[in-house]
């Protein structure tokens, strides 16, 4: 289960974890003081029962986080057993992790990108293609996982992005991968703390309603396309686009950019709001329903081990 700004919660993490895979969450979703210190301690407390499944944070590695510092020092505190970094060098967090042996999975979006994170010694790859939901990469997995396995044969790979029904497990392992990441499937769960707007949102739209925006961070990032991101536009104007790229004003304005960003996501998740700007990616085209994560988790595993028998039936 990735990691989702605003979206994954503490639920959804137990539920992945006592259904045998993988519940991630961004530390930024617990920012208020002393929160993510007892969701870490409830998630251990869970674990240390046995449970099938594990537990792992997503760290926004950029500069401009300024909550960085703090939220890594809890996570090694509380020795979280696996990290994602993304949006940023994955070396500010690799000695404390490996401190106690913890895995370091970088998010990575093109070759030269994963060639600078293997030289810095990360565990293994996220590999984000293009039409995944947030920060989507420019490439399809089709190219890219095939490229990255032949680069980095012994690299564990995951693949994130468009995975929303057992079929498209399948076929990530044909292409290469170890393991999928799968974010936008999840929102349409009940557990997801939000608006049922955003959830109908989701169920009722299909690839074509996806969009990709840079006015949300500076960064490319895949939303639905609601009438108000038609009203605000896609893309950053030329002062913004400015502002990012000098080397003297890049980190302020960056930082800047994410908070009001950050705002609007915030005000889109509550119930009543009319300005919508909701991250989606274009696994929406598989979701048609909403049910409890729990049950999202086993219908993925089934499907896949249908779709195998069916696709080995007929060959
Ligand atoms: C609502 C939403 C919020 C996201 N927030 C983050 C985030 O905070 N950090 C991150 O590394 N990735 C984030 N992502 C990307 C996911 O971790 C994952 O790469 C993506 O959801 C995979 O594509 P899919 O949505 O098609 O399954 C987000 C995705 C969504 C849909």
Known sequence: MAPMFLVSNQAMVQKAMTNGIMGTFPTLNFREKGQLDSVLESLNRTKSCGTSGNYGVNLIVQKSNPLFDKQYKTCVDHRVPFYITSLGNPARIMDGARSYGAKVYADIVSMEHAEKCAKIGVDGFIAVGAGAGGHAGPHPLNILLPSLKKHF????????????????????FAFGADGVSIGTRFIASTEADVNQDYKNAIIHSDQDDIVMTTRLSGTPCNVLNTPYVQKIGLDQNFLERF???????????????QLKGTKMLEEAIKPGNYNNIWTAGKSVEFIKDIKPTEQIIKDLINEYEKAKSDFFANI
């Open 243 to 257: 502002f990012s790229k000098n080397a003297t004003t890049k980190k302020y304005f960056k930082m800047l950019i």
């Open 153 to 172: 044969p012994h690299m564990p790979l995951i693949a994130a992005g468009g995975i929303g029904e057992g079929a498209n497990i399948l076929g990530m």
